[in-house]
């Protein structure tokens, strides 16, 4: 341990579980976990949050400037999602089914689906489409002004096609992949991809999307207000995330790891890793930190006026640790169980 200048803390735990964790002007926070279990956490100038867990599925999360977030889950599935300026979101599923996508300027679409069927979209404008299947069947749509279309079939497909009140589009290819495609009011697109791979897709008010893809990994997207987002990947690791007022995050793992997090008023953060070891963390007020782990080694950490510190390790080992005013240290090693609460 050490306290330099009143704040600073560096601490070591050698039993299977090393903490390392620095307060470096009241703010940063930076910790490792190694047990099977390794997270690493910084919080710079308030808001910044960088995540790692390596115990086969590991999460890397950065939120600056408030809004952007970066996640990868690696374990067979892995997702890259940004959101910048608000509305921008790029997303990524390795696992048989590729899927970018990008709404820039609260429109734009561009879909990539690589499974024997590729999907590339763009609503430039609030009408312009263009599509690509690639699996056999290739088709190519532009809407231009309004009523222009432009379309090939390359794989001997029979297509029905409509144009009603200058717009609206239903298109279907018959043959082993039906695609069914509306425009309505300049912008809203329904697409079904049945050969394997469903895609259902809908741009309501300029932002809006709902899309699935059903063949063993499947994804429900939502934009509202500009900034909303619910997604889910079922195919072992299910990920609910939303961001409602700019901010808020709510994640879930489930496929033996769990995690949970919530940033509310720009700061606050909730975490859960339900697997052996659990993981609840508060930052409250810009510093206030509560943190759990359960699965033998129990800490909770609490640091209230910038300066004050809490801490209990339990697992053999507990210790109870004050800085008030800078100077006051108490420290209270404590061998055995903790008490019945």
Same mark, same amino acid.
């Given at each position: 341990?050490?306290?330099?200048?009143?704040?600073?803390?560096?601490?070591?735990?050698?039993?299977?579980?090393?903490?390392?964790?620095?307060?470096?002007?009241?703010?940063?926070v930076?910790?490792?976990?190694?047990?099977g279990?390794?997270?690493?956490?910084?919080?710079e100038?308030?808001v910044?949050?960088?995540?790692?867990?390596?115990?086969?599925?590991?999460?890397s999360?950065q939120?600056?400037?408030?809004?952007?977030?970066?996640?990868?889950?690696?374990?067979?599935?892995?997702?890259?999602?940004?959101?910048e300026?608000?509305?921008?979101?790029?997303?990524?599923?390795?696992?048989?089914?590729?899927?970018? *996508?990008?709404?820039?300027?609260?429109?734009?679409?561009?879909?990539?689906?690589?499974?024997?069927?590729?999907?590339?979209?763009?609503?430039?404008g609030?009408?312009?489409?263009?599509?690509?299947?690639?699996?056999?069947?290739?088709?190519?749509?532009?809407?231009?002004?309004?009523?222009?279309?432009?379309m090939?079939?390359?794989?001997?497909?029979?297509?029905g096609?409509?144009?009603?009140?200058?717009?609206?589009v239903?298109?279907?290819?018959?043959?082993?992949?039906?695609?069914?495609?509306?425009?309505?009011?300049?912008?809203?697109?329904? *697409?079904?991809?049945?050969?394997?791979?469903?895609?259902?897709?809908?741009l309501?008010?300029?932002?809006?999307?709902?899309?699935?893809?059903?063949?063993?990994?499947?994804?429900?997207?939502?934009?509202?207000?500009?900034?909303?987002?619910?997604?889910?990947l079922?195919?072992?690791?299910?990920?609910?995330?939303?961001?409602?007022g700019?901010?808020?995050?709510? *994640?879930?793992?489930?496929?033996?790891?769990?995690?949970?997090m919530?940033?509310?008023?720009?700061?606050?953060?909730? *975490?859960?890793?339900?697997?052996?070891?659990?993981?609840?963390?508060?930052?409250?007020?810009?510093v206030?930190?509560?943190?759990?782990?359960?699965?033998?080694?129990?800490?909770?950490?609490?640091?209230?006026?910038?300066?004050r510190?809490?801490?209990?390790?339990?697992?053999?080992?507990?210790?109870?640790?004050?800085?008030?005013?800078?100077?006051?240290?108490?420290?209270?090693?404590k061998?055995?169980?903790?008490?019945?609460?």
């Amino acid at each position: 341990m050490q306290l330099e200048g009143g704040v600073r803390v560096s601490m070591q735990l050698e039993g299977g579980v090393r903490v390392s964790m620095q307060l470096e002007g009241g703010v940063r926070v930076s910790m490792q976990l190694e047990g099977g279990v390794r997270v690493s956490m910084q919080l710079e100038g308030g808001v910044r949050v960088s995540m790692q867990l390596e115990g086969g599925v590991r999460v890397s999360m950065q939120l600056e400037g408030g809004v952007r977030v970066g996640m990868q889950l690696e374990g067979g599935v892995r997702v890259g999602m940004q959101l910048e300026g608000g509305v921008r979101v790029g997303m990524q599923l390795e696992g048989g089914v590729r899927v970018g *996508m990008q709404l820039e300027g609260g429109v734009r679409v561009g879909m990539q689906l690589e499974g024997g069927v590729r999907v590339g979209m763009q609503l430039e404008g609030g009408v312009r489409v263009g599509m690509q299947l690639e699996g056999g069947v290739r088709v190519g749509m532009q809407l231009e002004g309004g009523v222009r279309v432009g379309m090939q079939l390359e794989g001997g497909v029979r297509v029905g096609m409509q144009l009603e009140g200058g717009v609206r589009v239903g298109m279907q290819l018959e043959g082993g992949v039906r695609v069914g495609m509306q425009l309505e009011g300049g912008v809203r697109v329904g *697409m079904q991809l049945e050969g394997g791979v469903r895609v259902g897709m809908q741009l309501e008010g300029g932002v809006r999307v709902g899309m699935q893809l059903e063949g063993g990994v499947r994804v429900g997207m939502q934009l509202e207000g500009g900034v909303r987002v619910g997604m889910q990947l079922e195919g072992g690791v299910r990920v609910g995330m939303q961001l409602e007022g700019g901010v808020r995050v709510g *994640m879930q793992l489930e496929g033996g790891v769990r995690v949970g997090m919530q940033l509310e008023g720009g700061v606050r953060v909730g *975490m859960q890793l339900e697997g052996g070891v659990r993981v609840g963390m508060q930052l409250e007020g810009g510093v206030r930190v509560g943190m759990q782990l359960e699965g033998g080694v129990c800490v909770s950490m609490q640091l209230e006026g910038g300066v004050r510190v809490g801490m209990q390790l339990e697992g053999g080992v507990r210790v109870g640790m004050q800085l008030e005013d800078g100077i006051c240290l108490v420290s209270v090693p404590k061998l055995g169980p903790p008490p019945p609460p």
